[in-house]
């Protein structure tokens, strides 16, 4: 049997060769809890160990973020630092990587005035701008992974004893990642290949829109022309191969801004400013957002629609079968890196320009020209269920079943 220690070890790597796949004389960000020192030195060490230059690491606290919200004065949240916004300008421009190691309690902001979230959410968003734009361009290697806190494992094994919900969180999150597997680089390399052919197939099929029905939604999204579907793994500037999110089981690309008509229904809770927002349905008319309802968080996804102006439109259709493998383990994480890889799903907010034709040297002005959104935000919601199908619609009008009863048509 695998040791969790040969589990952790296989995932620091799988991160540093896959996900960011860390070059020579290349240097790397690391943005994560302090909690998570052990699994951040790892990921250090294979950093270095393959070649990595230098090794940066942007320390957070659940306990200090909350503290934050409850006590610090109203203005605070309407400023970022500056010298944060220059360390990752400077890096990306180097050509550094980034890994983000999530951990955050699903509730860590609960009861927190969803003002100053949606202040402090929109300061760091407009304070970001310019590098969230060399991520959405594939400029710079990146990844998303996970690690458990107390917290988010109490709140995903409720049922499960205190003393064992955090090695029951690392057991399902290093089955998701294939680092329990004897040869996890190899799985994932067989993983991206699998996940290309509904990539190419979709790209060949060049659908004007897609229609999605099922008991809870009706929604026609139409799609930009030149839109490229892209899945699993991505290439930067330099020609380097990544792993954006580690698990990924979607394939995905970009809406048009203003084609989007109908209601969708969520059906899994998002986890978002550390509050969850749960049981909504968003209507859009022309592209926009022009009603929502939540029996959970309203007020939070109220207040997160209305962000900016791009916040009103959708950036991202992603599909994910409902048989895929972390929908088949039947856990709910309340975290979007693994439940939005559970289900198809939707994004609230700017577009990546790398799906479409050309879009990654293209401006801003000619991106919004082809129907790509802009915004300050982007965030992941879930639609997928067993009971969803999707049509693909053609330029003549004819239609071809995508997905029916949740899972893939062809």
């Not at 680092?179 to 979709?202: C, G």
């Not at 962000?307 to 895929?324: I, K, N, R, Y």
Request: net charge negative.
């Amino acid at each position: 049997m695998t040791s969790f220690n040969e589990k952790l070890s296989r995932y620091a790597e799988l991160a540093v060769k896959v996900g960011v796949n860390i070059q020579p004389g290349q240097q790397l960000y690391i943005a994560a809890a302090i909690d998570l020192a052990p699994l951040v030195r790892l990921i250090t060490q294979k950093a270095y160990e393959t070649g990595a230059k230098q090794v940066y690491v942007d320390w957070n606290d659940d306990a200090v973020s909350r503290l934050r919200f409850e006590l610090a004065p109203e203005d605070s949240f309407s400023e970022y630092p500056a010298w944060k916004v220059q360390e990752r300008e400077q890096l990306a421009e180097q050509g550094a990587a980034f890994i983000s190691v999530v951990s955050q309690s699903p509730d860590l902001l609960a009861g927190i005035d969803s003002k100053r979230i949606a202040a402090s959410q929109k300061a760091t968003g407009q304070a970001l701008s310019k590098y969230r734009q060399y991520v959405q361009s594939d400029k710079i290697s990146w990844t998303v992974i996970a690690a458990p806190s107390q917290k988010w494992a109490a709140k995903v094994f409720p049922d499960v004893p205190a003393g064992q919900q955090i090695d029951t969180l690392w057991d399902a999150i290093f089955k998701a990642v294939r680092a329990d597997l004897d040869q996890p680089i190899e799985a994932w390399s067989e993983h991206d290949r699998l996940l290309h052919t509904k990539v190419d197939y979709l790209n060949d099929k060049k659908y004007a829109k897609l229609h999605y029905t099922s008991p809870k939604t009706d929604l026609e999204v139409a799609l930009p022309e030149g839109h490229l579907w892209c899945g699993a793994g991505s290439i930067n500037e330099k020609g380097d191969p990544f792993m954006a999110n580690m698990p990924t089981e979607e394939v995905f690309t970009v809406p048009h801004k203003t084609g989007v008509n109908g209601y969708v229904s969520s059906t899994k809770p998002l986890s978002y400013g550390g509050n969850i927002i749960d049981d909504f349905k968003v209507t859009f008319e022309d592209g926009k957002i022009v009603d929502v309802t939540a029996a959970q968080g309203e007020d939070v996804l109220k207040q997160l629609v209305a962000t900016d102006e791009g916040s009103h439109f959708l950036g991202e259709v992603a599909l994910v079968p409902h048989q895929s493998p972390i929908s088949d383990s039947n856990i709910l994480f309340y975290n979007t890196l693994f439940d939005e890889n559970a289900s198809n799903h939707f994004a609230i907010g700017s577009a990546y320009a790398f799906c479409l034709e050309g879009g990654k040297t293209m401006s801003q002005e000619e991106l919004l020209k082809s129907g790509l959104n802009q915004s300050i935000t982007h965030v992941d919601f879930m639609v997928g269920s067993s009971e969803m199908d999707i049509d693909g619609v053609l330029e003549d009008g004819s239609r071809e079943p995508v997905f029916r009863a949740g899972n893939w048509a062809f």
